[in-house]
């Protein structure tokens, strides 16, 4: 069964430091992956999405993720965060040949000054 | 270019008071979904619709249900709201299966 794990409910970081958001999953398939981030009072927004091409996926706004076959992982990073990355990002799978997507609980990433 | 257009952004419904949300899309996307967003728990998926007439029961579906009489709105019905469907809900599109989704700003629903 396809399942996604986000390893923490919370990061926090200083403006200009690196920001690193974990993600693990289970696919008995080639899954795809995506991150997707909610600003306060939002609908989702996709930042990147990984579908069995190049392992490295660069998203939206400096963000950037690496799928790792071996480690099961889809780990979120950005080399410096800014005040406005302050939000909630969510790692979700699709299962193979399937409409349905499978979120994970979200990471609440807050950006000290 | 709206995009996907929720209605309303708030609700406060009595238990046992029933409503219907409307979502609409103007990027003439076939998919369709309606999914509810609680603390913790991230998004799931209550129904979706893979074209204009065809609906489909997602992860939570009890309790709800769901109408796609035209390929630009899909309908989230409450028959009788229960405390439990205290929520946020999201609706989103997309053009096909697997591809980017895009989501309204959501309705907060609360039961009392």
């Known amino acids: 069964a396809q399942s996604v794990t986000q390893l923490d409910s919370h990061v926090s970081v200083s403006e200009g430091t690196p920001v690193l958001l974990r993600c693990n999953y289970s696919?008995?398939?080639?899954?795809?992956l995506f991150w997707y981030v909610q600003h306060p009072n939002k609908g989702l927004q996709l930042l990147l999405k990984?579908?069995?091409?190049?392992?490295l996926v660069k998203g939206i706004n400096g963000f950037e993720a690496e799928f790792k076959k071996s480690e099961t992982s889809f780990h979120l990073t950005k080399p410096s965060a800014h005040m406005s990355d302050a939000a909630e990002y969510f790692c979700?799978?699709?299962?193979?040949?399937?409409?349905?997507?499978?979120f994970g609980s979200g990471t609440r990433l807050l950006v000290r000054p | 270019n709206a995009g996907v257009t929720q209605t309303p952004k708030f609700r406060v419904l009595k238990t046992g008071q029933s409503m219907t949300l409307l979502c609409a899309q103007d990027?003439?996307?076939?998919?369709m979904y309606w999914y509810r967003q609680d603390p913790g728990m991230g998004l799931r998926l209550i129904h979706y619709?893979?074209?204009?007439?065809?609906?489909a029961k997602g992860e939570v579906p009890d309790g709800y249900n769901v109408s796609r009489l035209k390929k630009q709105n899909f309908l989230l019905g409450l028959e009788s709201a229960a405390p439990s469907q205290t929520s946020v809900y999201f609706c989103?599109?997309?053009?096909?299966?697997?591809?980017?989704?895009?989501f309204g700003s959501g309705t907060q629903l609360s039961v009392l």
């Open positions: 990027m003439n996307h076939e998919y």
């Open positions: 990984y579908t069995s091409a190049a392992t």
């Open positions: 619709s893979v074209g204009e007439g065809t609906t």
């Open positions: 696919s008995s398939y080639s899954p795809s």
């Open positions: 989103a599109s997309s053009f096909s299966k697997g591809e980017k989704l895009f």
């Open positions: 979700v799978v699709r299962m193979d040949s399937s409409y349905k997507l499978i």
